[in-house]
């Protein structure tokens, strides 16, 4: 029995400490003068107004197999937005998933695609945010049902499923399939819905943008590999067309919760979109 | 006999036919009025993307293609047909009809506009059909699912 006891402790001790909660060393915060032209940009690209909403004050509802998620407040608001974070705090938000207090985030915010940005990128973004008006909304916490809303727990899902590195490696020496996967990867999120995910909520690389089951009801989040269940049969052209006007080769429209991603991705630049589809061709097909 | 084969011949033959046509179901009117809107759309989106020529003609077909199709879809929907011919139209078309009614009635509504605009050259068109366009995408945002 005393045995056991010592056992639990001692896990419970090792629990503890390899899901303690990281921040990057300030150090590493580069020497920057912010863009805020170019943070709007990547605001267009990760479509933070579509779950923030067009004020940034939260409150839509994210229904899951865990639970529902609360999408917070990231108005420039002192109380209940993020208006008082330092830098750093936002970039080890974005790229680590640790919130200013040093508590996990749920990764229902994608940090497990934002943390392939660079800082310079982020530091953009945050000063593009800056320029919202405050907005003094709370709209509460995730309603998850156990083991799931054992917050530190995330630090053991993290070391599973937060990686920096590329997920397609090879770029075959290309600039623009390198700034597409940029996009795509990162600041996109893409993989987010178009890649199926296991039982613990992670996104089943081997099955990379090959389209999941719809997170937020009835349907599918198609596949985007140049497989024949895919993309295959659009050019790239076509593909950029679709991201600019939300059309598809025969004139069907995007509809459902792409809609929203489409116009956002209507902000880019035209090299941007053409970028972002000289990686989707270039990705392995899969069905 | 050989009478008896003919009368077979004949029967397998009616057969696809009459199925046709006791099987023109709402869900497969919706079906064929949405693929009219598509293919209404590729000459008007052709245009505008800059790989056909304006012709102000074809651009009315068209226009006057979507009416049709303002005039009759919307009474397609009775209870009963939410399932079935694999559809795609999403369950709130029946839970929420003041919305999708809503939908509908901006679609018609920028149909009209474009008809009564009659546009002369491609930035007139540009204006007249883009109200159509996210009229399209406004309603299948909230009233489609998204099938592979």
Known sequence: MRWILAGLVVAGLLFWWVTEPPSLNPAALPDHVADSANGELFFHAGSCASCHGEDLAGGLNLHSDFGTFVVPNISPDSDSGIGGWSDLAFVNAMMLGVSPGGRHYYPSFPYTSYTRMKVQDLLDLKAYLDTFQPVSNNPGPHELDFPWNVRRGIGLWKMRYLSQGPVVADTSGSSEIERGRYLVEGAGHCAECHTSRDRFGGLELNQWLAGAANPDGEGRVPNITPHQDGLAAWSESEIAYYLESGFTPDFDTVGGSMVAVQENLARLTDADRKAISAYLKSIPARP | ?148
């Open chain 2, 1 to 148: 006999m050989y009478r008896f084969l003919l009368m077979i011949c004949t029967l397998l033959f009616l057969l696809p036919g009459s199925q046709l046509l006791a099987g023109d179901s709402p869900q497969e009117q919706r079906h064929e009025l949405m693929e009219q809107s598509k293919d209404a759309a590729k000459p008007v989106g052709g245009m505008l993307k800059g790989e056909m020529e304006f012709n102000a003609a074809t651009a009315m077909a068209s226009f006057e293609s979507w009416a049709t199709v303002a005039g009759e879809f919307g009474k397609l929907f009775p209870e009963g047909t939410e399932t079935g011919y694999d559809t795609e139209a999403k369950k709130e078309i029946w839970t929420d009809r003041a919305g999708f009614e809503v939908e509908l009635a901006k679609f018609d509504e920028a149909v009209s506009r474009a008809i009564a605009a009659n546009p002369q050259s491609l930035d007139e068109l540009k204006a007249a059909a883009g109200p159509v366009f996210k009229s399209c995408k406004s309603c299948h945002e909230a009233y489609r699912v998204e099938k592979e």
